[in-house]
């Protein structure tokens, strides 16, 4: 499984990034789906997830109703719409993947995902 992240930038405040995962060399379809972040000087954090097959999608209390986790079947990537952007959202963003359907209580724990893609860099400017 690979999975690679990209669509960071440098964006101002209030602004909004769409940010992508390109996921290959499995079927999804069974797969839990996730983004987490690391901001320099701190441990890397739940940003979003959901199951790749539908169903609820879990937010950081820091980021829902501003954030939104998608995946397209047809393309194999994860999407994370990150919207009123504040500048202590800057992060390296990764996207992860659990080969398996994981309950809505543990899709928070980095530790349930095996695969992770490289870091996209997110930076907020006031």
């Known amino acids: 499984v690979q999975l690679q992240a990209y669509g960071g930038g440098v964006v101002q405040a209030g602004g909004s990034l769409r940010l992508s995962c390109a996921a290959s060399g499995r079927t999804f379809s069974s797969f839990t789906v996730a983004w987490f972040r690391q901001a320099p000087g701190k441990e890397r954090e739940f940003v979003a997830a959901?199951?790749?097959?539908?169903?609820?999608?879990a937010y950081a209390d820091s980021v829902r109703g501003r954030f939104s986790i998608s995946r397209d079947n047809a393309k194999n990537t994860m999407y994370l719409q990150m919207n009123s952007l504040k500048p202590e959202d800057t992060a390296a963003y990764y996207c992860?993947?659990?080969?398996?359907?994981?309950?809505?209580?543990?899709?928070?724990?980095?530790?349930?995902?095996?695969?992770w893609g490289q870091g996209t860099l997110v930076t907020v400017s006031s």
């Open positions: 959901t199951r790749w097959s539908g169903g609820s999608a």
């Open positions: 992860a993947a659990a080969s398996r359907g994981l309950i809505f209580s543990m899709f928070a724990r980095s530790s349930e995902y095996g695969y």
